[in-house]
Structures are given as structure tokens and as C-alpha cells.
């Protein structure tokens, strides 16, 4: 994982009959990830995929998916979604009573390790276990539903994470998910954030390939040089 930003457009915004279509768009722009949002119903209150949808779309993206399980035992399909292609791979610290362990067994298959923090949940918390991590994703929606708006407190979890990341002089890199868009992708980026994961901002936009190009050019000259 580099230092310059990366974008990871999420499928969870594409349409759902046309997955081809959107895997092929994200081939072929400036994305750097494809974001699969994994939700249960139990952990959030909706559904979405699971490993059959993830399974299809590694046979024709180009680029590595960014599995993020919105899920309660995660632990039970670790392995299966590493299987299914994952390449980084995502638990909730709320849905993980043993999360040491958890983190652990992703690194063990050889996926990246990232753990997400919801609204309401302090960065604090990540503190014994930070060194392990490859990613942290702070959710700046509540988790559940695309198309909701950004909360602005979270760039203060950023600032505040980013300057624990700093201090131990880790490679972790920090995903946002939730409401970013061409809005506040400066503001986010300028906080300390390194991924971007887009969905509406992308998906309904009017030409996606050029949000896509628009959120990789944001700050070019002045964050990373």
C-alpha cells in the first residue's frame, strides 16, 4: 500500500443486474480497488452478498478487492472469503470479542488485515492491537444502507488516528467509508485518510469514469508532494 491516495469504488452503488458492467467500468478507470460491502442483517439491518457475488466479480476485475464484513462472527468465514478472492479483508471491532485473534487468522491466509470502527466507536480502542493492522476503516455513516450523508466528526477520529500512526511510525493506512464524494475528499485526504471508498459519488454520478479520475486528482499538488 502506497502513500498516494487510492479510491475503491464500492459495487454496493452499482446496479445490481448489470455487475458486469460496473466490474468492467472499474477495470478500466483510475480506481485502484473494488470495495465489497458484506452485510448480514444481524450486525446492520440489511442484506447484501456474499461469497458466490465476490467469487464472480475476482473472475474479471483487474484489481484487488477490499472485502469490508459488516457481520457478526466473522471469524466463521474468514477463510471462505479469502477463498472467494479477497485481498483485504475487513471485521467490525464491535462484532470481534476476540479480535487479536481475528486478526490474526485473516494475516494467517495471507489476505491484508483491516479492522472498522463504527460512528460511535473511539480510535482508542484500536491502540493495543494498531501495530497488527494493515488498514483501519472508520466509518463516517452509520453501516447498513449506501447514500447517506458524511459525518463530520469523523475527521477528528482521522486527525487523532493519524497522529497515533505517526508516532509508532506504522505502515497502516486509513479507509474512509461513508458519504465521501468530490465534497470532502480534500478535507478527509488533508485529515490523514489514504483510501477513499466511493459509492453514489461514483455509481450515480452522471459519467463515473470521470468521478473516479476527478477523486484521484484531488490534491495531487498539494498533499503528497
Known amino acids: 500500500m502506497n502513500q498516494k491516495h487510492l479510491v475503491a469504488p464500492s459495487l454496493l452503488a452499482a446496479d445490481f443486474l448489470h455487475l458486469a458492467d460496473a466490474c468492467k467500468l472499474i477495470n478500466e478507470s483510475e480506481a485502484d480497488w473494488f470495495h465489497l460491502d458484506v452485510m448480514d442483517g444481524k450486525f446492520v439491518p440489511n442484506i447484501s452478498f456474499g461469497m458466490p457475488i465476490i467469487s464472480a466479480v475476482k473472475k474479471v476485475c483487474t484489481k484487488p478487492l477490499d472485502v469490508h464484513l459488516m457481520m457478526v462472527e466473522p471469524e466463521k468465514y474468514i477463510t471462505a472469503f479469502r477463498d472467494a478472492g479477497a485481498d483485504v479483508i475487513t471485521v467490525h471491532y464491535e462484532a470481534c470479542p476476540h479480535l487479536h485473534r481475528t486478526i490474526q487468522q485473516i494475516k494467517d491466509t495471507g489476505a491484508k488485515a483491516g479492522v472498522a ?34 459525518i463530520y466528526q469523523t475527521l477528528n477520529k482521522i486527525r487523532k488516528l493519524q497522529e497515533k500512526i505517526i508516532t509508532r511510525n506504522l505502515p497502516t493506512v486509513i479507509e474512509i467509508d461513508g458519504g465521501v464524494g468530490l465534497q470532502n475528499a480534500e478535507a478527509i485526504l488533508q485529515a490523514g485518510a489514504r483510501v477513499l471508498v466511493a459509492g453514489s459519488s461514483v455509481f450515480k454520478a452522471e459519467h463515473p469514469l470521470d468521478a473516479i479520475s476527478r477523486l484521484k486528482a484531488i490534491g495531487k499538488d498539494t498533499l503528497f508532494a
Open 117 to 150: 470502527l463504527n460512528p460511535h466507536t473511539s480510535v482508542d480502542l484500536l491502540d493495543d492491537v494498531l501495530e497488527n493492522l494493515d488498514l483501519v476503516l472508520i466509518m463516517s455513516v452509520n453501516p447498513g444502507f449506501g447514500g447517506q450523508k458524511f
